[in-house]
């Protein structure tokens, strides 16, 4: 989960240096426990790191510049291998300081090869698997005197998912980079290149890029990039353009990223569906290259994801079963290959991921091709793994989400459902023409609708104000207003570290209500009084329950709801929705009930304790 940044020019100057820099800060989101930075120059190799966030880094630049360089690597770290200090900070050097590396991931087999490398008179200064890596590039390089020869031994050896850059004192036009299930993409400059964790590392520099495939090592000079197999084979990568800028990675004057994020999410939809109708007025996917003939033919799909996708899923079944009348299942991903799940020709699995490098979701996807499904990847990172294992890639457009905790990549992905599910429908002739028109049109509304959400965000910032003190927040939803209540749980425990929990309203009385005491603080998200099967009665019934016990029942609910007045403490009041679209109006309060309750607590939302944006290890 860590974030790594690779730069080579043919001018000896301080450019290397702020390119590390400026795409750690870019990368930070991927972990903060400590960073670095590794210098190639006449002088030699210059590594300084820190334990802490970027800014310790830059203080001890500060205290002690650099010199001018041509080649640099950046390292920012969320920690597996070794608590977060200076010692355990990447960059690692072996060879008595020859080389240095950097790595994203889990090296398996780390404790053998370490015990074989103190056998041979090694002593490491570190508790990291990463530093055992640097040993071995040490070793190899010093036998062949080739950077990326020396690479290639290495990765032969290692086990586990990761990866690695490489630069060599003696080497300062080259760069190394290797990388297997763990991101890696190159970016192209004139005079100069890149390599980064994701594209955010040089986005500043470049939009031209390269997806590096499974299993590759690429050598980076300022003139060229090559790329191997690890069979030592040319390899081929796939030229791609970043479709946003680096202004869009920036605060843009918000105080912080979640909140900036916040704001930024009626653009996110309307750019997701942006371009998906045809002249005709047919829903058309560009990206879903699945015979039409197989996608007819599927008789089951299941959606893989962790987290706040996972609860995108779980909104996305409602609709998809609704329109296509076809069987959903949403499996966490990291639960589904271990429990011999029954998936085959006839199924599609749709993967749910911001980064597209969720570990767990990749081996998912995996796991059903071996099985013989399609799979379909809804996805915002262009040049990601999990878009380019699988079948076809359906791509939100969100935009860069830095902080860690998601708000637009979740409200991006339910719209990408919807779409999805639409598309099935139209194609398996499950809803007429007008039918699919009508729900796009109320999906274009979308974005309009939540613009009027956000103009409640003093009122909520007041209430969240209110109970930065309250040590324990429950939270109830019915049908699509389920996932909703789970999505704000989460919310509030990733960025405020105190206790909630999601539950389906209708279980409250099958064991949650013992929960319910007075003071206690319940929201309640409330399905519209002009929706079907009563579910409205019964929510107002759990209300009434709730208030019953003297406990304080905070309540989402549509614009003209009325009865609900009576019964609750608080009402944050939404526009009307249709049902199965609810989700991406409802959800918007509680993200900004979460993000400013931290924000009283005086915690940093936007990189929340012991988390990372992208899970890139099991």
């Known amino acids: 989960m860590c974030g790594i940044v690779g730069y080579v020019g043919n001018a000896l100057s301080t450019k290397p240096l702020d390119v590390a820099l400026g795409g750690l800060r870019r990368l930070q989101y991927r972990g903060y426990d400590s960073a670095g930075i590794a210098l190639v120059g006449p002088t030699g190799l210059t590594v300084v790191k820190r334990a802490g966030k970027i800014d310790r880094l830059e203080a001890a630049l500060f205290e002690n510049p650099a010199p001018p360089a041509y080649a640099g690597l950046g390292h920012t770290r969320w920690a597996t291998h070794g608590r977060p200090t200076d010692a355990n900070a990447h960059p690692h050097v072996g060879g008595k300081g020859r080389v240095a590396i ?24 570190s508790q990291t698997d990463t530093e055992v890596a640097a040993h071995l590039l040490a070793a190899a390089y010093e036998e062949t005197g080739d950077l990326t020869a020396a690479m290639l031994r290495v990765v032969a050896r290692l086990e586990g998912a990761f990866t690695l850059l490489a630069v060599a004192d003696d080497a300062p036009s080259t760069v190394v980079g290797a990388r297997r299930s763990s991101p890696l993409v190159v970016g192209l400059g004139a005079g100069e290149n890149f390599l980064g964790s994701d594209v955010a590392a040089f986005i500043e520099h470049t939009h031209d890029a390269l997806e590096l495939g499974e299993d590759q090592v690429v050598t980076i000079t300022p003139e060229t990039v090559s790329v191997l197999g690890f069979d030592g084979r040319p390899a081929i990568a796939r030229p791609f353009t970043v479709d946003w800028d680096a202004n869009a990675a920036v605060k843009g004057g918000f105080s912080t990223f979640m909140n900036k994020e916040i704001h930024d999410q009626p653009d996110a939809v309307a750019k997701t569906l942006l371009g998906r109708v045809d002249a005709a007025g047919r829903l058309h996917l560009d990206e879903l290259r699945i015979d039409e003939r197989l996608l007819r033919r599927v008789d089951k799909i299941v959606v893989v994801a962790c987290g706040t996708a996972a609860y995108a899923g779980l909104v996305a079944k409602y609709a998809i079963e609704h329109w296509c009348r076809i069987p959903v299942e949403v499996e966490l991903a990291h639960e589904f290959r271990y429990r011999d799940p029954v998936v085959g020709e006839k199924t599609l699995v749709v993967a749910i991921t911001q980064s597209g490098e969720t570990m767990d979701t990749i081996q998912a996807v995996r796991h ?152 206690r603080v319940v929201f309640v998200v409330v399905p519209s009084p002009r929706g079907r099967d009563q579910l409205h009665a019964k929510v107002l019934s759990n209300i009434a329950e709730i208030k019953a016990r003297g406990a304080r029942a905070v309540v989402i609910a549509e614009e003209g709801d009325d009865d609900v007045a009576s019964l609750a403490a608080e009402v944050i009041f939404v526009p009307p929705t249709p049902t199965l679209l609810a989700p991406l109006v409802a959800v918007v309060p509680l993200q900004i009930f979460a993000c400013e309750l931290a924000t009283a607590k005086g915690l940093d939302v936007d990189q929340p304790r012991n988390l990372a944006k992208s899970v890139t290890v099991e």
């Open 368 to 519: 059903a091709r071996d099985q013989g499904a399609k799979v379909v990847a809804v996805v915002n990172t262009m040049g990601s793994t999990i878009p380019r294992e699988s079948d076809a890639a359906l791509y939100t457009h969100a935009g860069p989400e830095v902080a860690v905790a998601s708000t637009k990549a979740f409200i991006a992905q339910i719209a990408a459902t919807y779409l999805l599910g639409l598309y099935l429908a139209q194609l398996r002739g499950t809803l007429f023409a007008d039918e699919v028109r009508a729900v796009l049109t109320e999906l274009r509304a979308i974005p309009a609708k939540i613009e009027r959400v956000l103009e409640s965000e003093e009122r909520i910032r007041e209430l969240a104000i209110s109970m930065a003190d309250v040590g324990s927040i429950l939270y109830l939803g019915r049908h699509v207003g389920y996932p909703v209540a789970l999505e704000g749980a989460l919310k509030l425990k990733e960025l405020a570290y105190i206790h909630a929990e999601g539950f389906a309203a209708g279980e409250l009385k099958h064991g949650p209500i013992a929960l319910i005491e007075p003071g």
């Open 102 to 125: 950097v790595h994203n991931g889990i090296l398996e087999n780390h404790l053998v090869l370490r015990e074989e490398l103190a056998a041979s008179g090694v002593a490491f200064g």
